[in-house]
């Protein structure tokens, strides 16, 4: 089964960045929509961004278009958000989630069978 391991999280200004990143194994890559989740306190799990395994197009939610970039090596089994202009609204843990049901990115949850444990992400002065 794919593992997934999430890495890159931490505190950061307002207007900082950051740059997440998921680490898969146990599986081939190339078989997985990826997408990238978070939860803040007292919310619900939302999709933030994800990208296709078949022809790597992606999704971002609104709230972070322009911002998060998603991108992924299928050879070296990772993926990464690269997260600039954070604000303190963007705080939450961060989750990567495979999920081979199907090859078109999607942020609905339900369709993601595989997940890291998350990272923390704190923006704050």
């Known amino acids: 089964q794919l593992q997934l391991v999430e890495s890159g999280g931490g505190l950061v200004q307002p207007g900082g960045s950051l740059r997440l990143s998921c680490a898969a194994s146990?599986?081939?890559?190339?078989?997985?929509?990826i997408g990238w989740f978070r939860q803040a306190p007292g919310k619900e799990r939302e999709g933030v961004a994800c990208?296709?395994?078949?022809?790597?197009?992606?999704k971002y939610a609104d709230s972070v278009k322009g911002r998060f970039t998603i991108s992924r090596d299928n050879a070296r089994n990772m993926v990464w958000l690269q997260m600039n202009n954070l604000k303190p609204e963007d705080t939450a843990v961060y989750y990567c989630?495979?999920?081979?049901?199907?090859?078109?990115?999607?942020?609905?949850?339900?369709?993601?069978?595989?997940w890291g444990q998350g990272t923390q992400v704190t923006v704050s002065s």
């Open positions: 146990g599986s081939k890559l190339d078989y997985y929509v």
């Open positions: 989630a495979g999920g081979a049901r199907v090859t078109i990115a999607t942020m609905w949850a339900e369709e993601y069978d595989y």
């Open positions: 990208i296709s395994s078949s022809d790597y197009s992606t």
